[in-house]
C-alpha cells in the first residue's frame, strides 16, 4: 500500500531523481559560434574569432612529437609551459597559472572568491563566461551600464558594494572590440577596495597597436588584488588545445592551484603552447594580417552602410538596421545560405548585431560582396 503525501509534483520530481542545486537550472549556457552553414559549396567559418593563418609550424611539430608517449600523464604543474611563458614576456614562472583555456581559470577564480551572498561585477556587453561563472559559484552577477559600447569605469566603481568579491574586466572586450586606456585601468583599480580581485581579461592583447593600452602585467606584478588572464586560442591559433594562463599574486594563484584539476593542461597542449609563444615570425605575421584586414573590413561595411563599432581586436561589430527584411538575423540567414557564418550576439543584448572575424583575403572579401548584394535586393 503507498503511503499518502502532500509533496508538490515538483518537489515528488526531486526526490525520486538527483536535482542539481537551486540556481544552476537557471543558468542560461554558453552558445559558441556556429560551425556549419545552411548553404552547400565552400564555408568561411567568422564565427569565433579564430585566426586565419592557423597554429605555428613549430607548435604543431611540437603537438605531433607527443604523440609517442600518450600513456604518460602530462606534467601536473605545467613547468615547461610556464617557464616559456616567463622567459618571453620576463615574469616569475612561480606566479603564472596555466588552465583547459583561459575559461578554466576565469571559472576557478569564481569558485575560489565567490560563494553565496557575494557579488561580482562586469560590464553591459562583457563576456558571456563572467555571468556563467559567477551564477555556477552561487554568486550574484551585478552589471555595470556602458558608455558607446565601452567599458565605465565610473559605472563599474558605482557597482561596487560591501559584498563585492570580483571585478571582472575584458580589455579589449568582446563582442565589441572596444578597449580602456591604461590609465583608466589603473583608476578602476585605485577605485576598489583592497580585498576585491580585479580580473584583467586580455584573450586580445596581442592584436592591439595603440601606444595607451597595456595588458595588465605590470600591475598584476605589483598588486595584491589584480589577476591577468590570457589565452593560446586567440593570435596562436591552439584554439582545439584549450590554453590559458593567468599571472598575479602568489596567494591568488596559490589559491587557485588548490582548486584546478590535477592534470589540467594535456601533454601535447604544453609542448605545443611552449612553441607557439616562442616563434616571434608566426606572431609577427599575425599581427600583420590584422592590421592589414581589421582597417579594410571596417571601411567597406562602413561604405556598404553599416554602423561598424571601432575595434582593436581581429573582428568587428556590426550593426543592422530594425526594418523588416534588414535585421541582424535575416543578414544572418542569407549569409549562412551562402557559406559564411558570422555570430549572432543577442545573447549579449545585442539583437541589432553581427559579430565577424577577420579571415583570410578571401574570406573577407566574400562576405562584403554578399552583403553588399544583400542591402541591396
Known amino acids: 500500500m503507498q503511503p499518502t503525501t502532500s509533496a508538490s509534483s515538483a518537489d515528488t520530481v526531486s526526490s525520486s531523481r538527483p536535482m542539481p542545486r537551486p540556481g544552476v537550472m537557471e543558468i542560461a549556457p554558453y552558445v559558441p559560434g556556429r560551425t556549419k552553414s545552411t548553404g552547400g559549396g565552400k564555408l568561411y567559418k567568422l564565427s569565433s574569432n579564430e585566426t586565419p593563418l592557423g597554429a605555428s609550424p613549430a607548435a604543431i611539430e611540437a603537438y605531433r612529437g607527443e604523440a609517442a608517449h600518450l600513456e604518460l600523464y602530462p606534467d601536473g604543474g605545467s613547468l615547461m ?70 567599458t565605465d569605469v565610473d559605472a563599474m566603481l558605482a557597482c561596487v558594494t560591501d559584498k563585492t568579491r570580483v571585478v571582472f ?147 568587428v561589430l556590426l550593426h543592422f538596421p530594425r526594418d523588416t527584411g534588414k535585421t541582424a538575423s535575416d543578414a544572418d540567414r542569407y549569409l549562412s545560405d551562402r557559406g559564411c557564418v558570422l555570430r549572432l550576439v543577442g545573447a549579449y543584448g545585442l539583437p541589432d548585431a553581427l559579430r565577424m572575424s577577420i579571415g583570410s583575403e578571401e574570406a573577407n572579401r566574400t562576405v562584403v560582396a554578399v552583403l553588399k548584394e544583400y542591402l541591396a535586393a
Open 169 to 315: 574586466l575584458a580589455n579589449p572586450n568582446n563582442p565589441t572590440g572596444t578597449y580602456l586606456p591604461f590609465d583608466e585601468i589603473r583608476r578602476l583599480h585605485a577605485g576598489l577596495p583592497p580585498h576585491v580581485l580585479l580580473v584583467l581579461d586580455a584573450a586580445y592583447a596581442e592584436y592591439v597597436r595603440r601606444n595607451d593600452y597595456e595588458a595588465g602585467i605590470e600591475l598584476a606584478a605589483t598588486a595584491d588584488n589584480v589577476l591577468m588572464t590570457r589565452t593560446f586560442s586567440k593570435i596562436y591559433g591552439l584554439a582545439a588545445l584549450r590554453i590559458g594562463w593567468a599571472y598575479g599574486p602568489a596567494h591568488v594563484i596559490d589559491a587557485l592551484n588548490r582548486i584546478r584539476g590535477p592534470f589540467n593542461v594535456s601533454a601535447a597542449s604544453q609542448a605545443a603552447g611552449s612553441a607557439a609563444i616562442r616563434d616571434r615570425a608566426f606572431l609577427d605575421a599575425a599581427v600583420d594580417h590584422n592590421d592589414t584586414w581589421l582597417p579594410w573590413v571596417t571601411k567597406e561595411m562602413e561604405a556598404l552602410g553599416l554602423t561598424v563599432t571601432p575595434s582593436v581586436g581581429n573582428f
Open 81 to 150: 609551459l610556464r617557464e616559456a611563458i616567463a622567459d618571453v614576456h620576463g615574469l616569475n614562472a612561480d606566479r603564472i597559472i596555466c588552465g583547459n583555456g583561459s575559461d578554466e581559470i576565469l571559472e576557478l577564480v569564481a569558485r575560489a572568491y565567490i560563494g553565496p551572498g557575494d557579488e561580482a561585477v562586469y560590464s553591459e556587453y562583457g563576456f558571456l563566461v563572467y555571468k556563467i561563472a559567477i551564477l555556477a559559484a552561487g554568486g550574484t552577477p551585478v552589471v555595470a551600464a556602458e558608455k558607446d559600447m565601452t
